[in-house]
């Protein structure tokens, strides 16, 4: 049994969410030995693969954004649609990321919604629904429930059919309804009442597995045909292993279909007098066969042989199959079909006895890898797999494609990660493990309009983007890249961009990670793990001063001695400093913290002496506010347990106490009094929370504002 705990976790690592504030300084990880903070949702626009590390707002409206990522797409339920005259697409459920995890079938309601059935957990206003809902024409999720489960865990839904307003369901569980009545793997519901119907055709597990579970479920000739791993489904004691055909009007399987496949069935679709079967399978209806057509009323082998004809002889596989009116489209691992060169997909005519190939040939639009699953229309082809090309154009594992030749007819990625989909009404509707749409691929850099579009802007530096500044012109970025540019170039740990992406000729040459990056009466500022910068190089721990305009080294020394300079804010004719550092200008009692003149860098006498590591330095004019490792301030050593405020004018820390722990800090904001923090919160005012979570308190009286748990690596467009 696949486990939808461990793929909503796995699908959705790696996220945290920026809403919406201007974060110019720097976000930086969490401790050394924090837990990764778990990712979850939250109300977004676009959503990235990785951390988001940096955001600033250009004087004309566009957000550039910097972290460590290499694709950026809108974030989406795992659903969309796509108009397949305008291209245009779009979520089919209005609130955005209300279902988490996995749809596996979607099923149109004959009214303009959908039933979606998968591994996933969804929000109705109050109510978590899991594995199966309807969602209502004008993008809603209904609050009906199937009420399904599976023993002690929960329940999966592979696999929907809508027939005369009946819901027929397949997938993982063990009862259905809500008065918990027993159904294994099979359960069908009247759409009209909502209610579990008295059909059960009685399921049993397979041998060996103890489990049943139900992969595809398909109509024809008004019988129901299921396809899995069991050993018998049916009342009438007929055996039927992996695939059975089953009465519409009572419990009862057909006892004269006995195809009897050696293993379990992953698709089953009728057409005329032929079924069509794939799976792991060897034999089937006789056959030595992974894929087969045979009748559907005894399961016997229809004698189509496939396999000698697709080339290579032996090794050839069809892996996946979906019929539009009289054609079967058949998607795997082949190059060729007798003479006619067909890579990867292949067209046959059924409308006769047995299935013959179509002339229909995908020369020049090759995918370059496995097509493992296929949905077709008279005129598009939706093909999924471990491809990264289609005739050497970029389309990473999925595509869609023109049936009349095989050539692209979208220009926008895909979703990898589609598990289901059909075409209706000039659009394609499908259903996967995805959360993100659009997707395009921006490494560590991406810059968005004001209409919420990816820019051409690609400066596509060689590692992750820490910090941001930019000036009426031109962007300055700090990190751990080496090259970067449209057109690349060397620049170490810094560089200045200017709007087409290109890297501009000022160069800082410093000599290890710029963390943090600031512009102040008119020059450049940065901090990090450097110990020099410049040409010829200049000996400066871990921050600097520079020309903004020519690179040049300013006459501004710190003598910071330890390990880097983590952030730093101005307040008062001052620079204060936060870091992992022993000493300033020889002085210990100015580790971790300290405040030095911005013209002349000399060390003031304010010593508020944190027990540990400053992470964070955010100043609002008047007062500094930190976060950090430490757990005591001041020479009184006031307990401030990683987060504290403090004014210049004396070593103890104001009252300012919001109750906030702070297990692993990603970034800290400050707008208009609203101090935002994002990262593994530990506990808010003494009460665990153990979890990724924003939290925003007020600036002045430290009262908590608002605290989402969780959150998702994103920005608000």
């Not at 929960?154 to 009946?166: M, R, S």
């Not at 049916?234 to 009572?250: C, E, I, Q, Y």
């Not at 992974?290 to 016997?300: L, V």
């Not at 154009?393 to 979208?410: I, N, Q, V």
Request: charged share 15%; proline share 5%.
């Amino acid at each position: 049994m696949r486990s939808i705990l461990l793929r909503t976790f796995v699908a959705s690592l790696a996220y945290l969410y920026l809403c919406g504030c201007s974060l110019s300084a720097t976000m930086f990880g969490s401790h050394e030995n924090s837990e990764s903070p778990p990712p979850v949702s939250y109300k977004t626009e676009y959503c990235f693969d990785g951390t988001v590390q940096s955001e600033i707002t250009l004087e004309n409206g566009h957000k550039v954004v910097g972290g460590d990522f290499v694709s950026v797409g809108k974030c989406s339920n795992p659903t969309l649609r796509v108009n397949l005259s305008t291209n245009k697409i779009a979520d089919i459920i209005a609130a955005p990321r209300a279902i988490q995890g996995y749809v596996y079938a979607i099923e149109p309601d004959g009214h303009g919604g959908y039933y979606l059935g998968g591994g996933f957990f969804a929000t109705a206003g109050e109510e978590t629904l899991v594995s199966l809902v309807h969602i209502t024409a004008n993008g809603q999720i209904s609050d009906w429930t199937a009420n399904l489960k599976n023993g002690g865990g929960p329940a999966e839904v592979n696999t929907l059919k809508l027939h005369n307003g009946i819901l027929y369901v397949g997938g993982v569980f063990t009862t259905a309804g809500s008065a918990d009545a027993p159904r294994v793997a099979l359960a069908a519901f009247d759409t009209a009442t909502g209610l579990l119907t008295a059909w059960d055709p009685g399921v049993t597990p397979a041998s060996g597995s103890g489990e049943a579970f139900v992969n595809h479920i398909s109509i024809h000739n008004n019988r129901l045909y299921v396809g899995g791993e069991f050993d018998s489904a049916g009342r009438n004691g007929v055996t039927n292993p992996f695939l059975a055909a089953l009465n519409l009007d009572n419990n009862d399987a057909l006892a004269s279909f006995t195809p009897q496949p050696d293993r379990k069935v992953f698709k089953v679709l009728g057409h005329g007098n032929l079924l069509y079967v794939s799976g792991p399978f060897s034999t089937i209806g006789g056959a030595n066969t992974s894929f087969a057509a045979i009748d559907p009323t005894t399961g016997a082998d229809s004698g189509w042989d496939w396999q000698s004809h697709m080339d290579p002889v032996g090794i050839a596989s069809i892996t996946s199959f979906d019929i539009s009116g009289d054609t079967l489209w058949v998607g795997g691992e082949f190059f060729a079909y007798d003479a006619l060169t067909t890579v990867g997909i292949a067209s046959f005519d059924i409308s006769g006895a047995l299935p013959s190939i179509r002339t229909w040939s995908n020369v020049g639009h090759e995918p370059d890898g496995m097509v493992m699953n296929i949905f077709a229309s008279q005129d598009h082809l939706l093909i999924v797999g471990s491809f990264r090309n289609i005739g050497g154009t970029e389309a990473r594992g999925s595509a869609l494609l023109k049936t009349t030749d095989g050539s692209l007819a979208y220009s926008e990625q895909l979703p990898e990660d589609i598990y289901h989909a059909y075409f209706e009404n000039g659009q394609l509707v499908s259903a996967g493990a995805f959360d993100r749409v659009s997707v395009k691929r921006r490494e560590y850099l991406v810059m968005i309009d004001p209409a919420g579009d990816i820019t051409p802007w690609n400066p596509s530096p060689n590692g992750r983007v820490m910090t941001l500044v930019a000036t009426g012109t031109t962007i300055f970025a700090g990190g751990v890249f080496t090259e970067i540019g449209a057109t690349p170039v060397p620049r170490d740990y810094v560089a200045e961009l200017d709007f087409s992406g290109e890297a501009t000729p000022w160069e800082a040459h410093a000599d290890g990670v710029v963390s943090s990056v600031k512009l102040h009466q008119g020059f450049l500022w940065m901090s990090g793990s450097f110990s020099s910068v410049g040409s010829p190089s200049v000996a400066r721990k871990f921050i600097a001063k520079l020309n903004s305009t020519t690179g040049a080294v300013e006459n501004w020394d710190a003598q910071i001695t330890g390990t880097r300079v983590l952030d730093f804010d101005f307040v008062e004719g001052k620079i204060v400093v936060g870091g992992n550092f022993s000493q300033v200008q020889g002085d210990a009692t100015a580790a971790y913290l300290a405040a030095l003149d911005v013209e002349t860098a000399v060390l003031s006498a304010w010593r508020p002496q944190p027990d540990s590591v400053v992470e964070k330095v955010l100043t609002d004019g008047t007062n500094v506010i930190i976060a950090g490792w430490f757990e005591q301030v001041g020479p009184s050593a006031t307990p401030r347990n990683t987060l504290a405020k403090l004014s210049l004018t004396s070593d103890e820390p104001l009252a300012w106490d919001p109750g906030i722990e702070i297990g692993g800090l990603y970034g800290m904001s400050l707008r208009n009094k609203e101090l935002n923090i994002i990262g593994y919160i530990r506990s808010v005012h003494g009460a665990p929370y153990e979890g990724g979570a924003i939290v925003a308190c007020d600036s002045d009286s430290g009262e908590i504002i608002e605290s989402t748990l969780p959150y998702v690596s994103a920005i608000a467009i």
